[in-house]
């Protein structure tokens, strides 16, 4: 590769979208002023990207993973890896992993899926639950807590599998569900053992945690108890070769999402996390900004996100996620300003698309612009959804950014003699 050559991945977090009549039929993207954006598209090479495949919707998680070239339709096999990793669980090759909620019950009945939003303490409970619930029936349970209600676990043994049905009800009112084998598990003992553990595993945390004493403290002071462990979301970690490995580029990462973060940590990124970064809708985008560039001194590749245009696209709210692009574009422009970009190529795009007018992710294609080293720009001169559709790259697949970023960077190996 070219020496001291960088690539950038910088995404706004579903941004893509639909036109809204609202906004006399432009998009959000297509709407809002973005100056630095429409600049990266002017002087760059544009199309689309269909983040896994044309219409298929993507999560964050399969998307990231396409995006750094693996394949979820063959990786994938739940996101519990992701968040044990996210929270420092060494997680390895067929551990089941689960994300977890402190929850409060009466009885099996869910008062509240988030123990009141329990802010302290919960490393007191989780560490007798460990201790409660380290082993159930030769398995391993390894339990660790992470922000709030919120914590993951895994099961380490031979023979487990995550095709088992929730526990979590994911609402409050009713009462929580045991663990069964998934109809069509492809290994329906393993299943069945699997949902017999997490099942004694619930069990006990009820136990331990009911009497525990920073519980009776909650009581006392009119709280909610944090009074059991409620699994989900189980997923089978799987071997996925790190990515500095596969691509020989020192690589770090910088998103606001756990999930995303749990995944750059899994494929040995170097995950670093910036204050102020808060993944809502007042993060400090110029810290990010700040951040991909000092990361860039030491790192041949870096991957970055912003989470914000996600939020407004679920929550209906075209204003919010117009204000999220803005700081999108201030980034952007912060890296244009502040980056060598004639050894540089930095590609901006989404993870998905989340339109406003759904509430959650579609299946659109995402706008993607390259802008920097070794490019053939286009005629493209605004970024967006269509006018990026009519850019030299046309159409491409999320599985193949890396490959054509690499390219870019020079950083690519050729096939063949
Ligand atoms: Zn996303
Ligand atoms: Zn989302």
Known sequence: MTPGSKGIIFI??????????????????????????????????CGLMDPIAPGRPAGSDTAHMALLGYDPLEYYRGRGPFEARGVGIAVQPGDVAFRCNFATV??????????????????????????????????????EPSVEHRAALVLRAEGLSHQITEVDPHEAGVDYWDAKPEQ?????????????????????????????????????????????????????????????????????????VDLVRGLGEYLK???????????????????????????????????????????GGHDGDYQAKMEAIAKVDRAVGYLLDNMDFSAATVAITADHSTPVSVGDHSGDPVPIAFYGMGLRPDDVQTYGERPCAKGGIGRMRGMDLMNVLSNYIAASEKFGA
């Open 184 to 256: 069509d598990a492809e290994d329906p003992d393993a299943a069945q053992r699997t949902a017999a553990i997490i099942n004694e595993f619930v069990r006990r945390t009820r136990e331990i945690l009911d009497k525990h004493p920073v519980n009776q403290a909650r009581r006392e002071r009119g709280e909610l108890p944090a009074n059991i462990v409620l699994p989900r979301g189980a997923g089978t970690a799987m071997h996925l070769q790190p990515l500095e490995e596969r691509y020989g580029l020192r690589s770090a990462m910088i998103v606001e």
């Open 106 to 143: 009466e009885g099996r009945k869910v008062v509240d899926r988030r123990a009141g939003r329990i802010k302290a303490g919960t490393d007191e409970l989780a560490a007798a639950v460990s201790q409660g619930a380290g082993e159930i029936g030769g398995v391993q349970c390894i339990f």
């Open 12 to 45: 706004g977090d579903g941004m893509g979208g639909r036109p809204l009549p609202e906004l006399s039929g432009k998009t959000t993207l297509e709407a809002q002023d973005t100056p630095s954006l429409d600049l990266a598209a002017r002087e760059g090479e």
């Open 269 to 311: 990124m170097d995950v670093v996390r910036v204050p102020g970064a808060t993944g809502g809708q007042d993060t400090d985008e110029i810290a990010i900004a700040k951040a991909v560039v000092a990361a860039l001194g030491d790192h041949d590749f870096v991957l970055a996100n912003i989470k914000a245009p996600d939020l």
